[in-house]
Structures are given as C-alpha cells and as structure tokens.
C-alpha cells in the first residue's frame, strides 16, 4: 500500500487519528565516535589558538607562572605570581593615568567582553532582530572588539551583509537594555563595521563652573564646557551660524554667555563686536554694558540692529569682492557675532506682521551670506518647529539642550539624529543635573556629541562687566 519513502518505512509512518496528517520519521545516522572525537579535539585546538591570538597578555599571564611552577618548583611560581599581582598594584598607586591607559582599561575591556558582550550576544541579537534564524542556523553580526574608557565600553562590531546603518539605530533602546547600559549610540566606524558606545557612568552629572577668561584673544573655537569623553567643548562661531534650542531652565543662557565670557578679550582687543538682541528683557539685560549702544530690546529697536548687520555685511561684501574669500578679524573689520536671545518672539509671536516679515528676511539675509565677511548669529529658541523658525536649516551647526518631545530632536538636529543617541528628550529637568547638557552635530559630522556648557553665575557676569570696562594694563598681562 505503502512505498519506501527517503529517509525512512512505510510502516514506521505515525498517525493517531484518521483525520491527522502523516508525521515522517527523519532517518538517523550514526557517527562514529572516532568521527566525534576527531571533530570535538579540532574544536578545542581550534579555541585554544583562538585565545592564545586574541588575548597574549592575559593568557601569558596565566601560563608562565604554571610553567615555572612545574620546571623550578612551587616556591618559584609562587613567587612569580606574587610578583604579577604587587607590581601592578605598585604601579597603579604611583601613577593612575599611565596604570589605567596600559593595562587597566585593557583588563576591564576583556572581563566586559566576556562576562558582558559575549555571553548575551546572541539572545539580545535575535530578540532584537538584528540576527537571523534560518534553517536551525543562527546568524549573527560578529563582535569584533571592545575597548574601554573612563566612561563608556566601545563596541565594534561587523554588521551581517545586506544590514544598513538605520536597522541598528532603530533598535538602540534593546541594545541599551540587553547590555544593561542606560544608552546606545550607534556610528559608523567604516564600511560594514559600526561603533557601539554604552555608557558606564555620566561624567556630565556635576555643573560646571565658569572657565577662566582666557588670557588672550581670539575668535574661536571658544572653550564654553566639556564634551563626554572629558575633553574640553569648544564652539566655533566664527565662519559659522549656531541655533541653540532648549525648553525653558534647559541652560540656553549657560551656552550664551560662556560663549561671550570667551569672546571677552578679543572683545577688548577690538577683533570681536557683539550684537545683542533681547526681547525676553531677562538674560542679556544683565550685562548690557557689554555691548554699548548694540543692544536692544524693544521688537523695533531688534529689527532695527538685525537690518543694521545686513548693511554692515553687504558693506563688506562689495570691499572684499574679488580681494579674498575668507574673512580674516581685524580692528578695522572685527568678526560681529549677533546673539538673538529668543528668536520666537521676534519671528512667530510678533503681532506686527511687517516686523516679522522684516526679522525673518534679515535673519535670512545674514545666515546666507554673513559667515564669510565675518558675521555670525547666535540664536536661542524654546519651540523648534518650523512655524515657529522657518529658516532653522540655515543654521550649519546646531545644538539640543533638553527638549519636551522626541520629535523635536530631529527638528533641532535633522532626521534620525535621536536614533543615532541623541537623546534630549531624555535630558533630567533637575537643573543640578540636567541645565547646559546638550547634544551637539556640527556642519562636519553627523554623529551627535554629549556635552554639557558651564554654568556663568551673576557675580561671573559682573566680572566680566568689570575686566571689559577697567582702563588698566591689556587683559593678557592683567590675567598672567
């Protein structure tokens, strides 16, 4: 009734029910157990040169003690081991940095790679997605190294063929969790191979005080705070436009005027013009004598300066036309750097339509054409959509304090920025912990950096009222 199937007998069949589909039994092949042996040693070889490539240090860490021990004797190998544990440990006590840069980072490296990253590779990559089942195989992108820093564990890792970029950074929330670290970023290290970074720690928790007036002048990069990785944040405002946006107590002022207290003394030195616009009446009044008569206040007197900077700019561009390309700050052409304190006011919630029409045009005007005659904006917002700043996009380097959506992340700092880690939506409203953090992406990179500007207190700013105006010694040789 019944043919010889592949694999197995007709009369091996199984069925409990008349209405119940046919179950086959596979046929079963017996491997030898001289096959299995074969194949189990090669497996153990095989790891064994694995570990040896992969992690020297460690694995002769281990094994020279064992081999003294078994050639001269217990006392001996003893001997050697006390010595592998004391003199690193000497050494960490004497110097730290060097401790930890050579051998420290390295060692936490290798337990987070085993005890972290390998042992949940798998399961966090197939419930994410990011791995494949197919046919009883898993595949899986390959880890491919993990380095530590004093902050955070970077991951590289070798995506599987035919994966692009945005199916990782749309998945960083599992990654985060599965690793058990509070973040994930995702960038790209080259073709093929992406850098993961997982945060340990966040060296952005304390404020951070005003830096010290710098000691000679200088249009920028001016230091206003540190970045993540501990090195110091410096933002350049000559030959750009930077727009600043954050919900209210985020620390927009801290950006603002750490940014003036850097410009200070090529402010003195003549090189550097400030142009202040202040319809808020609150952040920029209280170091007017900063700026002089470039101040205003009041939405006509704003509209005014703004088409003031647009003449001073055209002026320039007809002297410099066929002379040079880039601006170079002198007394007689000092770099002007016009800071609009809440733009919104000015461009959405005007009532006088005429003034708006004039605000934006001058804005337009001088974010297309002013960088390179050496005219610069500096621009603050609360509300970054579109409607509320329609040349937003004009601006090539911008900045996200903490924001209320998700959504207006990539309104701030362009799509998929917040998939790539920028977060600010996530940023704490606690003014101890949150105010001046943000997340910055720069005309040059895509990728967003975590930074977070000092915090310049009222008696910072009466300072620098005082060095600006004291007719003494120049501010170099007062400061040195």
Same mark, same amino acid.
């Not at 195989?137 to 991951?155: E, F, G, I, K, M």
């Not at 404020?207 to 705070?225: F, N, R």
């Not at 030959?239 to 003394?265: C, E, M, Q």
């Not at 509300?383 to 207006?408: C, G, H, M």
């Given at each position: 009734?019944?043919?010889?199937?592949?694999?197995?007998?007709?009369?091996?069949?199984?069925?409990?029910?008349?209405?119940?589909?046919?179950?086959?039994?596979?046929?079963?092949?017996?491997?030898?157990?001289?096959?299995?042996?074969?194949?189990?040693?090669?497996?153990?070889?095989?790891?064994?040169?694995?570990?040896?490539?992969?992690?020297?240090?460690?694995?002769?860490?281990?094994?020279?003690?064992?081999?003294?021990?078994?050639?001269?004797?217990?006392?001996?190998?003893?001997?050697?081991?006390?010595?592998?544990?004391?003199?690193?440990?000497?050494?960490?006590?004497?110097?730290?940095?060097?401790?930890? $840069? !050579?051998?420290?980072? &390295?060692?936490?490296? +290798?337990?987070? =790679? @085993?005890? %972290?990253?390998?042992?949940?590779? *798998?399961? /966090?990559?197939?419930?994410?997605?990011?791995?494949?089942?197919?046919?009883?195989?898993?595949?899986?992108? $390959? !880890?491919?190294?993990? &380095?530590?820093?004093? +902050?955070?564990? =970077? @991951?590289? %890792?070798?995506?599987?063929?035919? *994966?692009? /970029?945005?199916?990782?950074?749309?998945?960083?929330?599992?990654?985060?969790?599965?690793?058990?670290?509070?973040?994930?970023?995702?960038?790209?290290?080259?073709?093929?191979?992406? =850098?993961?970074?997982?945060?340990?720690?966040?060296?952005?928790? /304390?404020?951070?005080?005003?830096?010290?007036?710098?000691?000679?002048?200088?249009?920028?990069?001016?230091?206003?705070?540190?970045?993540?990785?501990?090195?110091?944040?410096?933002?350049?405002?000559?030959?750009?436009?930077?727009?600043?946006?954050?919900?209210?107590?985020?620390?927009?002022?801290?950006?603002?005027?750490?940014?003036?207290?850097?410009?200070?003394?090529?402010?003195?030195?003549?090189?550097?013009?400030?142009?202040?616009?202040?319809?808020?009446?609150?952040?920029?009044?209280?170091?007017?004598?900063?700026?002089?008569?470039?101040?205003?206040?009041?939405?006509?007197?704003?509209?005014?300066?703004?088409?003031?900077?647009?003449?001073?700019?055209?002026?320039?561009?007809?002297?410099?036309?066929?002379?040079?390309?880039?601006?170079?700050?002198?007394?007689?052409?000092?770099?002007?750097?016009?800071?609009?304190?809440?733009?919104?006011?000015?461009?959405?919630?005007?009532?006088?339509?005429?003034?708006?029409?004039?605000?934006?045009?001058?804005?337009?005007?001088?974010?297309?054409?002013?960088?390179?005659?050496?005219?610069?904006?500096?621009?603050?917002?609360?509300?970054?959509?579109?409607?509320?700043?329609?040349?937003?996009?004009?601006?090539?380097?911008?900045?996200?304090?903490?924001?209320?959506?998700?959504?207006?992340?990539?309104?701030?700092?362009?799509?998929?920025?917040?998939?790539?880690?920028?977060?600010?939506?996530?940023?704490?409203?606690?003014?101890?912990?949150?105010?001046?953090?943000?997340?910055?992406?720069?005309?040059?990179?895509?990728?967003?950096?975590?930074?977070?500007?000092?915090?310049?207190?009222?008696?910072?700013?009466?300072?620098?009222?005082?060095?600006?105006?004291?007719?003494?010694?120049?501010?170099?040789?007062?400061?040195?």
């Amino acid at each position: 009734m019944f043919k010889k199937l592949p694999g197995d007998e007709a009369q091996r069949l199984v069925s409990t029910t008349p209405d119940t589909a046919v179950v086959f039994r596979p046929a079963v092949v017996r491997t030898p157990a001289m096959v299995t042996l074969i194949i189990f040693t090669w497996r153990t070889v095989a790891g064994f040169v694995r570990l040896l490539w992969r992690h020297p240090i460690a694995s002769a860490v281990v094994a020279v003690p064992g081999v003294i021990w078994i050639v001269y004797g217990w006392p001996y190998g003893l001997g050697v081991v006390a010595l592998v544990l004391i003199a690193p440990t000497g050494w960490a006590l004497v110097h730290r940095a060097s401790f930890l $840069r !050579l051998i420290g980072w &390295r060692l936490l490296a +290798w337990w987070r =790679l @085993v005890w %972290v990253y390998r042992r949940h590779w *798998q399961p /966090v990559m197939l419930i994410s997605g990011l791995g494949r089942h197919v046919s009883g195989r898993d595949y899986l992108p $390959r !880890l491919v190294a993990v &380095r530590c820093t004093s +902050w955070a564990d =970077l @991951v590289t %890792v070798k995506i599987l063929t035919g *994966q692009a /970029v945005t199916d990782w950074a749309d998945r960083t929330e599992q990654l985060a969790h599965g690793f058990g670290a509070a973040s994930c970023r995702v960038t790209i290290a080259r073709s093929g191979r992406l =850098l993961l970074t997982f945060p340990r720690r966040d060296p952005l928790a /304390v404020p951070l005080s005003a830096v010290p007036i710098p000691a000679t002048g200088s249009v920028g990069p001016v230091e206003i705070g540190r970045c993540e990785d501990g090195a110091p944040w410096r933002l350049k405002v000559h030959g750009t436009h930077v727009l600043v946006a954050g919900a209210t107590g985020a620390g927009k002022g801290s950006v603002i005027w750490s940014t003036i207290r850097g410009l200070l003394p090529a402010v003195r030195a003549g090189l550097v013009e400030i142009w202040a616009l202040d319809p808020k009446l609150m952040e920029l009044s209280f170091g007017r004598d900063l700026f002089g008569d470039r101040y205003a206040a009041t939405p006509e007197a704003c509209v005014g300066l703004l088409e003031a900077a647009v003449r001073v700019m055209q002026e320039r561009a007809d002297r410099f036309a066929g002379v040079r390309r880039n601006h170079i700050p002198t007394v007689e052409d000092p770099f002007v750097l016009v800071v609009v304190d809440e733009v919104a006011f000015l461009t959405a919630y005007q009532p006088d339509k005429g003034l708006r029409v004039r605000t934006i045009a001058a804005l337009a005007t001088l974010t297309t054409q002013g960088r390179a005659v050496g005219v610069g904006v500096l621009a603050a917002l609360q509300d970054p959509r579109k409607d509320v700043l329609t040349i937003r996009n004009l601006f090539p380097d911008k900045i996200a304090l903490r924001l209320d959506e998700s959504e207006q992340v990539d309104m701030v700092l362009g799509d998929g920025t917040r998939d790539r880690g920028a977060l600010a939506d996530h940023i704490s409203s606690v003014p101890e912990q949150g105010a001046g953090v943000a997340y910055v992406r720069l005309e040059t990179s895509p990728d967003p950096i975590r930074v977070r500007a000092t915090y310049v207190s009222d008696d910072d700013i009466r300072d620098m009222v005082a060095v600006l105006t004291a007719d003494t010694l120049p501010l170099s040789e007062e400061v040195g």
